[in-house]
């Protein structure tokens, strides 16, 4: 586990210069062909939404119903992946446009987008395969690294798994909530706080997908629900994969607390290289993910216009190899391949590869400063 | 939009059917200047009247609310995928449904210089509700001065304007102070509004051509009843340094200034250190205002005019002490929401950014 030993602090700090060019020039350039890119994908997801609601009032004929699923799903996946995800992180705010604000903007999820900007940008992006640090590495739900103790419930994680899937928005949308720190070091009423947040969000977004659009339709309700409930299901599926992808694949490393304190820039970089892996693919394919295909880009620079990732891949990849670190591509079949054999592997008792962990109690509980 | 479609849109159904995005998202489909509150509107006509200036007249959405005479607004535009917001005057009477303004060529501007340079029919621009209170009252003076320089020339011919809509002008002298003819905005028409009314007397000065700066003299002799004028005065802040003592020295009538953006009395230094307690980043607060101190530091937060107008850039302060930078006073202040760009650190300062 953890990071590479060929590689001197001298190594490593200038890795770190040279993603930091990277990330300079793409900064310094941002402009007009950004903006047309956005909001051409602002287009499309909006237009694609409205022909795809229009579609399922027709939704009688199973043609009509079929591709206002279709269409109401690329909606959601693009509003969620390459937009709403992207915009808070902050990606567009250079734009200085309200409507793409990462302080304002709320994404078509039951997911609030502050409790989404604390588990996710904050605690997610700082202490990424941070084995108990990083929320995100089994969702505190599935065991997904040896370092992680083995509990009899991991038994049955493949059918969690399976759950969170097809329910993914709802798994994200308590994330925030630490059930497992609740009474501990975190208050009920903090949990109320966020409870309220969680409902006043979950409420508008039922009440549009399942009760406004089917009293919308009249006599078409059944076919705007179904439709609805289909195109949220394809959303959740589809975001699970990329997600799961993007730091559970096979080669894909993970850290304890101690390796990564006191961590210095490059170092913050290794990491997140070495914690995150690609997918290969099309473009169109790419968009669809968020550009969260580039897992490794987005995690080096998670504020830069997700587009982007796409240009500076090759020359991320090209330091990686002169570096002699793994960047870790692949298609999609494979590396969600290495992801299930991973929820399979860890739902058995497993012992560590060498027990380089120190002793658990000698491990510092997980910091939570505050970000928000 | 019509009323009724706009109640309909704006209801609270409509309202859950687009969230979380907001209907305006979805009208952009259509038509970008469609918006349920914001104001917006389109440049419907272009015309230049000097080489370095343009004048714009756009026709705004249902959301304009008007105007009153002297009044300015912002205007925004997307500049390189950036979205730009400057202040301008009002050039055109209240009741005009249309919005006048002129705009110059200015320095490094780049708002100005791309609309002096770029603006065309049917451009969209993104507007602000009217500001500003370089405004007559109902009642118009018997006798008034109305007093520019350079650009400064366009809140007072709004006041003009506005009085000669309303057929008021008994007795008005028009002082303009231009560097040459072919640089003065408006000449044609205020020539002939000169021979038209008989109550309205300009007088146009070109310092190039060697009618010099404003001077008790020059003002005396041009002016020698202004004891019993109300004065409207508006130009760049070295002119309006030089007029205001004349005028207070020679006239105790009320005197109504409209500054441009040179409201900061100075360059902006601050000192002591700024805290972004969000982003967890310190930063030295002695390079310019708050803003441009968070810009410095990599932080992206949201701005508009700059120059203390709109309020864009509003951010809360949890504690510190901070520095006005039109007037130079320096407060402490807690748990305060200020413009970041026109306050800058007076000692150590917390930014919620």
């Known amino acids: ?372 | 939009m019509k009323p009724v479609v706009k109640k309909l849109l704006g209801s609270p159904l409509v309202g859950a059917l687009a969230s979380p995005l907001s209907v305006d998202d979805y009208l952009a489909l259509i038509d970008r200047r469609l918006s349920l509150r914001e104001p917006r509107g389109r440049v419907s006509a272009v015309a230049r009247q000097t080489p370095d200036s343009v004048t714009l007249t756009i026709e705004p959405n249902d959301n304009w609310t008007g105007h009153r005479p002297g009044q300015h607004l912002l205007l925004g535009v997307d500049l390189d995928g950036v979205r730009h917001s400057r202040c301008f005057s009002i050039v055109s009477a209240p009741g005009d449904p249309l919005i006048e303004v002129t705009v110059k060529r200015n320095g490094d501007g780049r708002v100005s210089n791309f609309l002096v340079d770029h603006a065309e029919r049917g451009q969209l621009i993104y507007l602000s509700p009217a500001e500003g209170d370089f405004c007559p009252g109902p009642s118009v003076p018997e006798r008034a001065l109305l007093i520019s320089a350079g650009s400064g020339i366009t809140p007072v011919m709004g006041v003009l304007r506005d009085w000669l809509a309303r057929d008021r002008v008994q007795d008005v002298v028009f002082v303009h102070y231009a560097r040459s003819r072919t640089d003065m905005i408006y000449a044609a028409e205020l020539a002939a509004l000169d021979a038209r009314h008989p109550g309205l007397r300009v007088e146009t000065v070109y310092t190039a051509g060697g009618g010099g700066r404003i001077d008790a003299a020059a003002l005396d002799g041009r002016v020698p009843d202004l004891a019993e004028r109300e004065t409207w005065l508006c130009g760049p802040a070295g002119f309006m340094d030089a007029a205001e003592p004349l005028i207070r020295a020679r006239s105790n009538r009320p005197l109504h200034r409209e500054q441009f953006a040179a409201t900061r009395r100075e360059a902006a230094h601050g000192e002591g250190a700024v805290q972004f307690v969000k982003s967890d980043i310190a930063a030295s607060g002695e390079n310019g205002s708050l803003l441009e101190v968070a810009e410095g530091a990599g932080l992206k937060p949201a701005y508009g005019c700059r120059m203390g107008i709109c309020h864009a850039c509003k951010c809360r302060v949890s504690e510190g002490t901070v520095r006005d930078l039109r007037t130079n006073r320096v407060r402490d202040v807690r748990d305060t929401d200020l413009q970041l760009c026109i306050h800058a650190a007076a000692g150590d300062v917390a930014v919620e950014l």
């Open chain 1, 1 to 372: 586990m953890g990071k590479p030993t060929h590689l001197s602090e001298a190594d490593i700090a200038e890795f770190g210069r040279e993603l930091d060019a990277v990330r300079d020039e793409v900064m310094n350039d941002l402009g007009e062909r950004d903006a047309r890119y956005i909001h051409n994908i602002l287009a499309t997801q909006r237009y694609s939404e409205v022909v795809g609601r229009a579609m399922l009032m027709a939704g009688f004929l199973p043609p009509a119903w079929l591709g206002g699923v279709g269409l109401l799903s690329l909606s959601k996946i693009l509003e969620n992946m390459e937009i709403g995800h992207n915009v808070m992180h902050g990606q567009w705010d250079w734009m200085n446009d309200p409507a793409l604000d990462s302080g304002t903007y709320e994404w078509d999820n039951t997911c609030p987008s502050d409790q989404w900007k604390h588990s996710h940008n904050y605690v997610h992006h700082t202490f990424t395969n941070i084995v108990d640090l990083d929320r995100d590495l089994g969702y505190s739900v599935l065991r997904m690294s040896e370092d992680q103790a083995w509990e009899p419930r991991f038994l049955v994680q493949p059918g969690i798994a399976l759950t969170l899937a097809a329910f993914f928005q709802w798994g994200v949308a308590l994330h925030d909530l630490e059930w497992e720190r609740i009474g501990k070091d975190k208050s009920w009423s903090e949990v109320g706080v966020q409870a309220r947040g969680i409902w006043g969000k979950v409420r508008n977004q039922l009440f549009k997908d399942y009760v406004a659009f089917p009293l919308l339709a009249g006599p078409m309700a059944p076919f705007v629900i179904s439709g609805n409930f289909a195109a949220n299901f394809n959303r959740n599926i589809w975001s699970f994969m990329i997600i799961f992808c993007g730091h559970f694949t096979d080669e894909v490393e993970m850290f304890d607390v101690e390796e990564t304190r006191d961590e210095a820039r490059g170092q913050w970089y290794l990491r997140q290289l070495l914690g995150s892996s690609n997918l290969d693919g099309s473009v169109p394919f790419h968009i669809l993910s968020g550009h969260l295909s580039y897992q490794i880009e987005h995690h080096l620079f998670p504020d830069m216009p997700s587009h982007r990732y796409r240009e500076i891949a090759p020359r991320v990849q090209a330091i990686c190899e002169r570096y002699g670190l793994n960047y870790n591509t692949g298609p999609l079949s494979k590396q969600f391949g290495g992801v299930v054999k991973r929820i399979l592997r860890m739902s058995l008792p497993h012992r560590r590869k060498g027990n380089t962990l120190a002793d658990e109690s000698s491990v510092d509980a997980p910091v939570y400063a505050e970000a928000a």
